[in-house]
């Protein structure tokens, strides 16, 4: 049991929150989360869209790529996400593996991840070539939100973290693949990485709304990694990150502060303590009880 249900009401956000954002030319906001607590305070902050992302491998797993994470460790967080989020509408990412052997496996994996983990759509990777799959989900009545241009699980076929639709060529075909997911059913897309002229084209060109990262300021909604934002991380940040503060240095000094207050013994302190006036502790007696 949830301890903050999901809301019922017209506040709650959907697929046709975003839609009806987009028509009315509101920006709206999405971050990942992979944890209760930053779960519930993105909510309440009034983030519209929150994604377990396969991010979460490397964010909060500690892995060098976002390859390794599996259905497992995605259901696991998005449990924990789904129990702080009322009002966003929670967006679960296909780990790499599970959306490509084949239609019916694809399936089974997401479904796994709805009844499991209380996702709202899910949301995998790549352009054309993921119509089939789309299409199968949207008909089990499964929100697919797609995602193309730089896509992290394509890292060794992209030859690293590169940023996408540079040439003609490159730019129309993520054009025509953006139309192709919105023809499957696709209710987004995320446009990571491609140039701010490609994004703006692509937001124009479909008529379901785009969210980016790192894609310029044009696209129907926003998204960032939440440990980008917060500054939660060990290597410098990508371009398209705007750090909103630095919780890194924060609990550095909060940790520092610790061990140097019980080092000093001024931690805990009386006032931290729990007393019993009344007990009287004859310490030579309690030791001879020993
Ligand atoms: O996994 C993730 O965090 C993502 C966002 C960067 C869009 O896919």
Excluded: C, W
């Amino acid at each position: 049991m949830s301890l903050t249900p999901p809301l019922a009401g017209a506040d709650k956000v959907t697929p046709h929150t975003l839609l009806a954002h987009k028509r009315a030319g509101n920006a709206f906001t999405a971050l990942t989360a992979y944890d209760y607590p930053t779960a519930r305070l993105a909510d309440d902050a009034g983030i519209d869209l929150l994604l377990v992302g396969d991010s979460l491998a490397m964010a909060v797993l500690g892995h060098s790529d976002t390859l390794s994470v599996t259905v497992d460790e995605m259901i696991h967080h998005a449990k924990a996400v789904r129990r702080g989020t009322r009002r966003a509408l929670l967006v679960v990412d296909m780990p790499f593996g599970s959306y490509h052997v084949s239609v019916e496996n694809t399936l089974r994996n997401a479904i796994r991840i709805v009844k499991e983990s209380g996702a709202e759509a899910i949301k995998l990777e790549g352009g054309a070539a993921q119509t089939a799959n789309i299409r199968a989900l949207t008909d089990a009545q499964i929100p697919v939100v797609a995602h193309i241009g730089l896509t992290p699980q394509s890292l060794h076929a992209m030859g690293g973290y590169r940023v996408q639709g540079r040439t003609r060529a490159a730019a129309l075909q993520l054009a025509d693949d953006a139309l192709a997911l919105e023809a499957a059913g696709a209710i987004a897309i995320v446009l990571e990485g491609i140039p701010r002229e490609l994004a703006t084209h692509i937001t124009s060109l479909v008529t379901i709304p785009t969210i980016g990262i790192g894609a310029g300021p044009d696209t129907d909604g926003q998204i960032l990694v939440v440990h980008d934002l917060l500054q939660l991380t060990f290597t410098s940040p990508a371009k398209f990150v705007r750090p909103f503060a630095d919780a890194g240095t924060l609990i550095r000094e909060a940790l520092a502060n610790y061990r140097d207050a019980v080092h000093a013994r001024t931690f805990p302190a009386d006032a931290e303590s729990y007393h019993a006036p009344r007990l009287e502790l004859d310490t030579e007696a309690l030791a001879a009880t020993r």
